[in-house]
Structure formats: structure tokens, C-alpha cells
């Protein structure tokens, strides 16, 4: 009557379901159970038999088969990070890029498993010559561990549950979900504060200082157990782009945010009449800048004031005669994201006790 009388787990024979069932089925359940021979034949529809599936053909998943899998997820689905865990190759990792740059997406890709910098820094620049715009991608390494399944069944002798090796994009991922919940697209899930994972035991490579800066460089981020805190966590947040203005992967998935956003407003004008005294004009103005008003007050945009940090423009040197004549209501807008503070520098200068500190 939906009261679970028991549980187990770790069971891997048939005969370990039916000893353990008739271990405790008489008297917790009231039930016992049998072991049936097998059969290759499906059972009729309602009829009392057994298959058991023991045979079969794993078949494989070439890296072309990455773009018509991609290609299910459409602007249906909304924006957000893509990955393919665990895959490594360029194919792969150049069609979840230009996917990303097609759908409004970040492609949050694994780099490979390997304690060589120089195979991930050739990795990101076989990438930024090979898509549309290496900005909508990101690769983080290296792999991670995390902990085990311990095994529960009684007739196995030894309990130990050795850790599991899985890719980053699970923990970026997922660092992401989390900020997002509460901050603009614009807070990086990066650093000890938000971007440390409480369930990862190790990482599987370390860089040197030499070569996490060459990866930074290049866009590949670094998982690490960071020193002094001793916790581990994405320790990089950029993205593959040639142009700097694109850099920090904060800025690449707000505008992800800032681009979904205003096309939402956009869509709350379509079909509206186009005024001749400019109504409709001074209207989507007011929209827009309220929105991005709302960036602003969170920090994401950069500027003294909400002037110095966003402009919009929908007067009369856009919206011409012309493009009225022809159905369209434009829009420019103007903004500045706030960066990220990716290096914190402190100076310590000692004076004698003698000397007083300059004001």
C-alpha cells in the first residue's frame, strides 16, 4: 500500500534478487520468489514470461553523428550551455561551437585528460581557427574525480569504492545553474566562492603556474585545488575569442542573457501599429532601457552612472521613412559589461617603527 518494506542494492545475479527476496520475503514482505528458466521469445501481451537480455550490439557513435544530435535541440529549447561529456575531439568540439553561435548558446567543452599543456593549448587554437566565432565556446580541463558507488551486496566480500574519473563540463555546468538562479549571467562561476565544488575529491592533473597561464591565455580554464583554502574549483572563466572584448566568458554568456531578454521585449511589439507621432518609438525605448536599467542595478553593466554604462536609440536616424514604409521598428543599444576582477594584487611595504605611514 505504498509502504517500501525494504530495499537493497549492489544485487548482480539473478539468484541474488531470488535469495535475497526469500530472505526476507516471508517475513517482511510475505513473499517469495523463483528463478524461471529463460527464454529468447517475447512474451504475448499479458502473458507470465521472462526475457532476459543478455545479448546484443553496442553500437558506436561516430563524431559526425554530434551535428544531427545537435540539431534536436532547437530555439525551442532556449538558451543555455552545451556540452557532449567526456568527447574530446575537434568535430565535436567545432559543431557544439557553431551551435552555440546559431542557437544563442555557450559551448562549455571538456579538454582532454592530460597533464601536457601544450595538447589543450593546441586543442583551443585548432578551435578558433575552425568555427564562425570561437566566442561562444569555452573549454575547461582538467577531469575530475569524484566519489565512488559503494557496493552493498552481502555476497561480495570487499566493500571499496574506488573514485570515479568524469569530465569538467558537469561541474561548470552546474556551477552555472546555480549562479544563475540568483545573479545575472554576467557573475562568473568561477573562483573559491562560486565556483567550488562540494563534491569533488581530486583533480586528475596540475598545471604549473607557467602553463595555467598559458592556458588562460589561450581560453582553456583550469580546474584546481587551490592553495591556502584547499578546495577545488573552476579557476578560469574565459572564452575562446580573438577579440578581446569577448574574452571573459562572464561578458560571452551575458550577452546569451542581454540578446534572449531584449528579443522578449521585441516580441511585445510586433504587429504594433507604427504611430506617426513616434509613440511606438519612445515606447520600446522606455522597455528596453528598463531592462537594462534592471542590469545595471545589478552590477552587470559598467558605469558611474546608468548614462556612462547604456544608450538606446530608437529616433529618427534608425527608424527613417523607409524602414517604417517597409514594417520595421529598430533599436541600437549601447553598453558596457562590467568585467571580472581575474587577478587580485596585494602589496604589503614594511616601515620602521620609527617612521610614520604616509597619509
Not at 556540452?83 to 567545432?94: M, N, R
Request: contains cysteine.
Amino acid at each position: 500500500n505504498g509502504v517500501t518494506l525494504a530495499t537493497a542494492f549492489g544485487l548482480q545475479t539473478d539468484a541474488d534478487v531470488v535469495n535475497w527476496i526469500n530472505g526476507i520475503g516471508p517475513t517482511v514482505a510475505f513473499c517469495t520468489a523463483t528463478l524461471l528458466s529463460a527464454t529468447t521469445i517475447l512474451p504475448a501481451s499479458g502473458a507470465t514470461a521472462y526475457v532476459y537480455l543478455t545479448g546484443g550490439t553496442d553500437v558506436a557513435v561516430a563524431d559526425a553523428d554530434s551535428a544531427p544530435a545537435l540539431a534536436v535541440f532547437t530555439d525551442l529549447f532556449g538558451t543555455g550551455q552545451v556540452s557532449y561529456p567526456g568527447v574530446t575531439t575537434t568535430t565535436v568540439y567545432e559543431n557544439i561551437t557553431n551551435h552555440a553561435l546559431a542557437f544563442n548558446r555557450v559551448a562549455v567543452l571538456d579538454g582532454a585528460n592530460t597533464a601536457t599543456a601544450a595538447t589543450l593549448l593546441t586543442a583551443a587554437s585548432t578551435i578558433q581557427s575552425g568555427v564562425t566565432d570561437p566566442s561562444y565556446g569555452s573549454i575547461f580541463a582538467p577531469w575530475i574525480q569524484v566519489p565512488g558507488l559503494v557496493n552493498s551486496n552481502p555476497s561480495v566480500p570487499t566493500k571499496t569504492a574506488f573514485p570515479r574519473t568524469v569530465p569538467p563540463c558537469g561541474l561548470v555546468a552546474a556551477r552555472m545553474a546555480v549562479m544563475d538562479a540568483t545573479n545575472d549571467c554576467n557573475v562568473p562561476a568561477a573562483g573559491t566562492k562560486d565556483g567550488a565544488s562540494s563534491y569533488a575529491v581530486a583533480v586528475t592533473q596540475t598545471y604549473s603556474s607557467s602553463d595555467r597561464g598559458l592556458l588562460n591565455s589561450a581560453g582553456v580554464n583550469v580546474i584546481r585545488t587551490v592553495p591556502g583554502v584547499n578546495v577545488i574549483a573552476v579557476y578560469g572563466y574565459r572564452s575562446l575569442s580573438f577579440n578581446q572584448a569577448w574574452n571573459f566568458l562572464a561578458n560571452v554568456r551575458m550577452r546569451m542573457q542581454i540578446t534572449k531578454d531584449l528579443d522578449a521585449l521585441g516580441e511585445g511589439f510586433v504587429f504594433q501599429e507604427m504611430d506617426g507621432k513616434g509613440l511606438i518609438f519612445a515606447a520600446f525605448a522606455g522597455s528596453l532601457a528598463g531592462q537594462l536599467n534592471a542590469y545595471y542595478a545589478r552590477g552587470s553593466l559598467y558605469g558611474l552612472t546608468a548614462n556612462d554604462a547604456f544608450a538606446v536609440n530608437t529616433g529618427a536616424s534608425i527608424n527613417t521613412p523607409a524602414t517604417i514604409a517597409a514594417g520595421q521598428l529598430n533599436a541600437a543599444v549601447k553598453l558596457r559589461m562590467s568585467p571580472s576582477a581575474e587577478f587580485v594584487t596585494i602589496n604589503i611595504t614594511k616601515y620602521l617603527s620609527s617612521t610614520p605611514l604616509p597619509v
